[in-house]
């Protein structure tokens, strides 16, 4: 069955979103698969039947993507404004557990059934290719969020390019926008239902935010606005004297459905400043007493403040300042340094929208990681990754591993729970077979694994080891995953043994994983030293 280019787009979109259903996924890797083999040869490539994949198949060809939904159930539908429905989008506004925001977290909240909250994220997060942030944000470089607007009346986005162009983030670096943008998006839930708007015409609002944009945005920068509500005329005959701005109306119905597109833009080197907005938001909804507007100060600006106010003197909050090391250990881990490359502060704090205070302090923090050398004379750099470094890593990875499971299998499984969503995200993975994915999702996973032991020593140093294996397998172009079929099957039958509380076969169990891995990492490194 041919696809036209356009169909062929939104397809790829739907197999890559990390917002996509499993089962959607695997539909559209079917459709994608048979207009270049055959029903047969597609069927026993993804492990479906014949039937299912002539199926789904069939089911695009006669409605398109919405063909690869699925049909409605009888009885009563569940409408958008039933509490439970609220309840389920507005919880991102609260603190979340320290297992996140999960499906299983949000129903144990809410003392309701995963299935359910499953099915209201999908229906109102789900990604579509008709969204128009997809085609008015679609660009080769990312784009930084410049300003944020809830209001009862109206929700606004405004974004721009970055100084420095960046190339758009890959899936791994768009996990950790995903739930600051949620944030964002589901913040009209934290008005009451029966707020009224501050008025019907928007158009103060909306000139007011346009306004501080175009005083904090240079010149010669294109702005980008999405807006819920139509556009007034007011604002219409603004825009025509400042034709760098385009304002896109956005169907209120779609509002949460731009989770994808916008993560899938967004600079990852914005993080912190995201994570600090996060924050912010979560506190605001606490008591929403008054429309939240929050507008970014741009950088080259911030650059010109008078000398005599001692902005260096002031210390950074935790959380930004926890927020610019995660950031940076983020892009370490992933490789967006290369090896010997000096870290400045300066460019670093500039891009990143901080005082050098927090990247000073962070980096210090990194070099204890082990993630890079601080000398005198020269400063921060990234060290080159040498055979003994590799092998150094993998050598105490294993004992401390065995260490930590025992402890769990002794102890009981009762603190298995995030274990368990973490290797739900690595099937997810695994079966979209997203290679690189799945290799970072098992990190992750034995991340989660180490802070379950309840050993916060011994779990602080396994998790440098796993930033430290991250940083390897990116800088020195290795392929971590030795199998996603084995990686699943090792960690299910690990934490099999550990809900058994058999730590003789849990230490069993996971020094065969780490055999697999060094042995599969060793016919990788005959490249170094």
């Known amino acids: 069955m041919p696809l036209s280019e356009a169909e062929r787009r939104a397809l790829e979109r739907l197999v890559s979103a990390p917002s996509t259903p499993q089962s959607l996924a695997l539909r559209a890797r079917i459709v994608l698969a048979s207009s270049e083999e055959s029903i047969s040869t597609v069927a026993r490539a993804l492990g479906v039947s014949r039937n299912t994949a002539l199926k789904w198949r069939t089911r695009f060809g006669t409605h398109g993507l919405q063909g690869l939904e699925d049909l409605p159930r009888p009885g009563r539908p569940t409408a958008s404004g039933d509490d439970l429905h609220r309840a389920i989008l507005r919880i991102p506004l609260q603190r979340p557990p320290d297992?996140?925001?999960?499906?299983?977290?949000?129903?144990?909240?809410?003392?309701?059934?995963?299935?359910?909250?499953?099915?209201?994220?999908?229906r109102w997060f789900a990604d579509?290719?008709?969204?128009?942030?997809?085609?008015?944000?679609?660009?080769?470089?990312?784009?930084?969020?410049?300003?944020?607007?809830?209001d009862p009346g109206v929700r606004v986005l405004v974004f721009h390019q970055p100084a420095t162009p960046a190339a758009r983030p890959h899936s791994r670096q768009t996990s950790q926008l995903t739930e600051p943008v949620r944030v964002l998006l589901s913040a009209q839930f934290a008005f009451p239902r029966e707020t009224p708007a501050t008025g019907?015409?928007?158009?103060?609002?909306?000139?007011?935010?346009?306004?501080?944009?175009?005083?904090a945005v240079p010149r010669n920068w294109p702005v980008t606005a999405l807006v819920d509500r139509p556009i007034p005329p007011r604002v219409d005959r603004w825009l025509v004297g400042h034709p760098r701005f385009s304002v896109y109306e956005v169907d209120p119905d779609s509002w949460l459905a731009q989770l994808n597109s916008i993560t899938a833009v967004l600079d990852p080197r914005q993080s912190p400043g995201l994570l600090d907005l996060e924050h912010r938001v979560r506190r605001w909804a606490e008591q929403p007493s008054t429309p939240f507007s929050w507008v970014r100060a741009s950088p080259t600006r911030a650059s010109r403040r008078p000398a005599t106010e001692d902005h260096r003197s002031r210390s950074p909050s935790p959380i930004l300042a926890s927020a610019v090391v995660e950031a940076l250990r983020e892009s370490l881990a992933t490789g967006a340094f290369?090896?010997?490359?000096?870290?400045?502060?300066?460019?670093?704090?500039?891009?990143?929208?901080?005082?050098?205070?927090?990247?000073?302090?962070?980096?210090?923090?990194?070099?204890?990681?082990?993630?890079i050398e601080l000398e005198p004379h020269?400063?921060?750099?990234?060290?080159?990754?040498?055979?003994?470094d590799v092998y150094d890593t993998y050598t105490?990875?294993?004992?401390?591993?065995?260490?930590?499971?025992?402890?769990?299998?002794?102890?009981?499984?009762?603190?298995?729970?995030?274990?368990?969503?973490?290797?739900?995200?690595l099937v997810q993975h695994a079966e979209m077979r997203d290679v690189p994915g799945t290799g970072d999702a098992d990190i992750r996973w034995q991340d989660t694994l180490a802070a379950a032991a309840d050993m916060p020593r011994i779990e602080k140093m396994f998790v440098r080891l796993s930033l430290q294996l991250r940083m390897f397998v990116s800088i020195l172009g290795l392929e971590y995953t030795y199998s996603v079929d084995e990686i699943v099957a090792d960690n299910t039958a690990i934490l099999l043994a550990l809900e058994a509380q058999d730590p003789e076969e849990v230490t069993r169990l996971w020094r065969r994983k780490i055999d697999n891995a060094v042995t599969y990492m060793v016919g990788q490194l005959g490249h170094l030293d």
């Open 128 to 150: 579509r290719p008709d969204l128009i942030s997809h085609s008015v944000l679609d660009s080769p470089n990312s784009m930084v969020l410049a300003a944020v607007v809830i």
């Open 396 to 425: 105490a990875r294993g004992p401390l591993g065995a260490l930590l499971l025992r402890r769990i299998a002794t102890n009981g499984s009762s603190r298995l729970a995030a274990a368990k969503d973490a290797l739900d995200d």
């Open 99 to 122: 297992r996140g925001w999960t499906t299983r977290t949000i129903a144990e909240a809410l003392g309701t059934n995963q299935a359910a909250v499953s099915r209201v994220r999908r």
């Open 200 to 215: 019907n015409d928007i158009s103060p609002t909306l000139l007011t935010t346009l306004g501080e944009v175009d005083a």
């Open 338 to 371: 290369r090896p010997g490359q000096r870290i400045a502060e300066q460019p670093l704090a500039t891009r990143l929208g901080v005082s050098r205070g927090p990247i000073r302090d962070a980096l210090k923090i990194l070099a204890e990681d082990g993630l």
């Open 378 to 388: 020269r400063g921060a750099y990234v060290p080159l990754p040498t055979r003994r």
